[in-house]
């Protein structure tokens, strides 16, 4: 899915994939949206309350949540001093510098984290992600230099934090694999769980086990998931109706496409489309 890499961050250096921005002073922090990157916030001060899929979390000052690609997220200030930074970067950026199993790294941070000073990882992650974010503000003469070798930083700290990282369940991820790279290249057609299944050679039920242990997510959510994540893309581009994203994105019909987007990002399609300008 190369072509929603950039989806909604406006890096600097589309060669160098990395964002950082502060948030404030509106009751909307960030609109409701996901993409494929990897995701930091940071609550600055006051009080945040923070959509993640279709759960609400409150977050107040100093407290880091980690983001992992395809989770659809916003934020809403509760206090009026209530402020948040963001950085963002794509996997890609870092996949050279990997060993060759370096997937089972982003494996292993492959869940949303939350981080509270209660964590005993928080004062190395607070430290890390600040001066993260500093570096990408001040852009020192060896800025890719020192923000890639934080962001390995960063990313070896989620995997000690990970409660994922057992070798079982990365296994379950590489045998799936082939069915995860046919969802993205076909979900604007008509995909069964037998066509996935036969992919790797199991039954249709032992897939869904399979499927659900490696991703927390049965086949259907996944595809709903990849399908919606495409239709923001095309929202976002105002090129096409809601009638012609919705057919080109493989939903059955307009009007499942727009209860399914309703119930998983709390607006319609052309709500969406209206506020897509104003995402961080």
């Known amino acids: ?6 989806k909604f961050e406006r890096y600097p250096d589309r ?20 993409h494929d990157d990897m995701e930091f916030m940071l609550i600055q001060s006051g009080e945040v309350t923070v959509s993640i899929g279709m759960e609400k979390y409150r977050f ?5 949540l980690y983001l992992s690609p395809r989770t659809v997220h916003q934020a809403v200030s509760d206090t009026p001093d209530a402020s948040l930074s963001g950085f963002v970067f794509h996997p890609s950026l870092i996949k050279s510098y990997l060993s060759e199993d370096g997937g089972s790294l982003l494996f292993a941070c492959g869940n949303n984290m939350i981080f ?5 990882l928080y ?17 020192p003469s060896t800025y890719k230099l020192e923000m890639t070798a934080h962001i390995l930083l960063l990313l070896s700290l989620l995997s000690r934090n990970s409660a994922v990282s057992d070798c079982e369940k990365k296994d379950l991820f590489r045998r799936i694999g082939p069915a995860v790279e046919y969802i993205d290249q076909n979900y604007n057609r008509r995909i069964s769980v037998s066509d996935l299944s036969r992919l790797i050679n199991v039954c249709d039920d032992h897939f869904i086990r399979m499927f659900k242990a490696a991703t927390s997510r049965t086949p259907a959510a996944y595809i709903t ?6 239709a923001l ?22 009007q ?18 209206k506020i897509s300008d104003h995402k961080t």
Request: glycine share 2%; net charge neutral; proline share 3%.
């Open 225 to 230: 998931d990849v399908r919606l994540h495409q």
């Open 116 to 120: 509270s000073e209660k964590n005993t």
């Open 233 to 254: 893309r095309l929202l976002s581009l105002h090129q096409d109706s809601i009638s012609e994203i919705s057919d080109r994105t493989g939903f059955s019909s307009i």
């Open 123 to 139: 004062e190395e992650l607070s430290k890390i992600l600040k001066r993260t974010i500093s570096i990408f503000h001040e852009r």
């Open 1 to 6: 899915m190369t072509d929603s890499i950039y």
């Open 256 to 273: 499942y496409f727009s209860r399914i987007f309703k119930e998983r990002l709390g607006l319609s399609p052309s709500e969406y489309a």
């Open 15 to 34: 060669n160098f994939p990395v964002y950082s921005s502060v948030q404030q002073k509106k009751e909307l922090l960030v609109a409701p949206h996901f």
């Open 60 to 64: 107040c000052n100093n407290e880091i």
